[in-house]
T-cell receptor, first 114, second 114 residues
Framework: AQSVTQLDSHVSVSEGTPVLLRCNYS??????LFWYVQHPNKGLQLLLK??????LVKGINGFEAEFKKSETSFHLTKPSAHMSDAAEYFC????????????FGTGTRLQVFP | DVKVTQSSRYLVKRTGEKVFLECVQD?????MFWYRQDPGLGLRLIYF???????EKGDIPEGYSVSREKKERFSLILESASTNQTSMYLC?????????????FGPGTRLTVT
């Protein structure tokens, strides 16, 4: 069965330092993967998506993610955190059985300290 | 810009009440979805719909039903609310199309059942 595992439930960084949010996926097929962000009391917004094109994917707000098939990973990074990045981040894989079904990770809450 | 709106941001209901959560999208999307979000569990799919009057069960449909009488509107119904249905409910929509997997989310309704 497909799944995604977000390895950290909470990550804390100082403003201006790099951000790394880790995600591993489990899939027998070449997956389609997303990262979504949810700011407090808001809906989910798509940050970036991988659909088997370039393995390094650039998203909004300076975020990027690299698809590594050998490591079954899709980690989200940003070179320099901003206070406005504080939010919850979800790694998502598209079900190969039903492409209407998004399989969500349990989320990583990012805190950014001044 | 795709807009998905939900009728209430916060709702408090009593056990046993019938509860309606409404979702409207303005982009003529064929597919609409209802999720619930709980801490540590990510998002779980309750029901989805491919078209007017069509519905499909997701992963956790028990205790819920849905209605889609118009393309732009998808309603989630709790026939007899229970305290274990206290949660954040998120609606999403997506157009039909090859590799059009991205879902667009509403802001959510935080439901408390007392």
């Amino acid at each position: 069965a497909q799944s995604v595992t977000q390895l950290d439930s909470h990550v804390s960084v100082s403003e201006g330092t790099p951000v790394l949010l880790r995600c591993n996926y489990s899939s027998s097929y070449s997956p389609s993967l997303f990262w979504y962000v949810q700011h407090p009391n808001k809906g989910l917004q798509l940050l970036l998506k991988y659909t088997s094109a370039a393995t390094l994917v650039k998203g909004i707000n300076g975020f990027e993610a690299e698809f590594k098939k050998s490591e079954t990973s899709f980690h989200l990074t940003k070179p320099s955190a901003h206070m406005s990045d504080a939010a919850e981040y979800f790694c998502v894989v598209i079900s190969v059985v039903n492409t209407d079904k998004l399989i969500f990770g349990t989320g990583t809450r990012l805190q950014v300290f001044p | 810009d795709v807009k998905v709106t939900q009728s209430s941001r916060y709702l408090v209901k009593r056990t046993g009440e019938k509860v309606f959560l409404e979702c409207v999208q303005d982009m003529d999307h064929e597919n609409m979805f209802w999720y619930r979000q709980d801490p540590g569990l990510g998002l779980r799919l309750i029901y989805f719909s491919y078209d007017v009057k069509m519905k499909e069960k997701g992963d956790i449909p028990e205790g819920y039903s849905v209605s889609r009488e118009k393309k732009e509107r998808f309603s989630l119904i709790l026939e007899s609310a229970s305290t274990n249905q206290t949660s954040m409910y998120l609606c999403a929509s997506r157009p039909t199309g090859f590799r059009n997997y991205e879902q667009y989310f509403g802001p959510g309704t935080r439901l408390t059942v007392t």
